[in-house]
């Protein structure tokens, strides 16, 4: 939800949608130049969270921030940006600030996973509670978080005592490799995450089709149920019973690149439940198969 008129507004457009959680920009996500709310633009927010049926917020770091990078000043720029976020998270009472891990480019990927780790470390040294969720990439070039296990390395690298967690992005989750598209497959993953990470530490979920196959290492959103996870993988993801309660967002194009609309919205919440009654449904059938091979 865009803020623009001041961040109290992002609440009201997410009411008008149908949200139940809303993902925003604290400052242009194409711009260095950082923002932080003063005390009248919390007021405000506060009030009209209060008001509202929005039960999270969830900021996003900039796009341009790359917190592996070799480049001092883009790290030092990235570390100032990161910051800025966590603040205004800490301001809001943001259920966190969700990162993109940063990119090793053509370098050596252990290296880079220490320098992201310093730089996030650095970040939360200079901000107070608000969560940090590094967020699963699609694996194109040197991004970092491409698997499980590389989560898992960067989260351990940074030792926050528990404040840095993950999000888990549907598209890019199937575009690295991860199967998702049935309860099997997307149970699969999250066993994976409780083994290496914790399911404790998902702190939130980006819901987005993909444009491009399985494994194609390529980061393109499709709206909900049209692209090659469909409308059953879909389901899957949002049923996942290690999800319950978390917040989820959107990200997709929406109809006319208009951003996700009320329609898509509901759409999800369809899916979620259709989702549910197919993994009832399947715990039914269990017990009647074990009393048949007794017999």
Same mark, same amino acid.
């Given at each position: 939800?865009?803020?623009?008129?001041?961040? %109290?507004?992002? @609440?009201?457009?997410?009411?008008?949608?149908? &949200?139940? #959680?809303?993902?925003?920009?604290?400052?242009?996500?194409?711009m260095w130049k950082g923002r932080e709310y003063g005390p009248e633009e919390v007021a405000a927010f506060t009030e009209a969270m209060r008001e509202s049926?929005?039960? %999270?917020?969830? @900021?996003?770091?900039?796009?341009?921030?790359? &917190?592996? #990078?070799?480049?001092?000043?883009?790290?030092?720029?990235?570390?100032?940006?990161?910051?800025?976020?966590?603040?205004?998270?800490?301001?809001?009472?943001?259920s966190g600030v969700v990162l993109h891990p940063g990119s090793a480019k053509t370098g050596d990927v252990k290296r880079a996973l220490k320098r992201a780790a310093s730089t996030i470390r650095k970040a939360l040294a200079d901000s107070d509670h608000c969560p940090l969720y590094l967020e699963n990439t699609a694996g194109a070039g040197g991004t970092l978080g491409r698997s499980v296990a590389e989560l898992a390395e960067l989260l351990e690298a940074c030792d926050a005592g528990g404040r840095v967690g993950v999000c888990l992005d549907s598209c890019h989750l199937f575009a690295s490799g991860y199967d998702i598209r049935t309860p099997a497959g997307m149970d699969a993953v999250l066993a994976e995450v409780s083994e290496r990470i914790g399911l404790e530490r998902v702190g939130c979920l980006h819901l987005n089709d993909s444009q491009t196959p399985l494994g194609s290492n390529r980061d393109r959103h499709a709206n909900v149920a049209e692209g090659e996870l469909g409308a059953g993988g879909c389901a899957a993801f949002l049923s996942a019973p290690a999800f319950e309660d978390l917040p989820c967002v959107l990200e997709t194009p929406g109809e006319k690149r208009s951003g996700p609309g009320a329609a898509e919205i509901a759409r999800a919440g369809e899916l979620r439940e259709q989702g549910l009654e197919a993994r009832r449904r399947v715990r039914r059938r269990r017990p009647a198969r074990t009393a048949k091979r007794k017999a």
């Open positions: 939800m865009s803020p623009a008129g001041g961040v %109290a507004r992002a @609440i009201a457009r997410g009411v008008e949608r149908g &949200c139940e #959680s809303i993902q925003i920009f604290n400052q242009s996500p194409r049926p929005i039960g %999270a917020v969830v @900021i996003h770091a900039i796009y341009l921030l790359n &917190c592996a #990078s070799e480049d001092r000043d883009m790290r030092a720029k990235s570390l100032a940006s990161l910051t800025t976020s966590l603040r205004a998270g800490d301001a809001i009472g943001a």
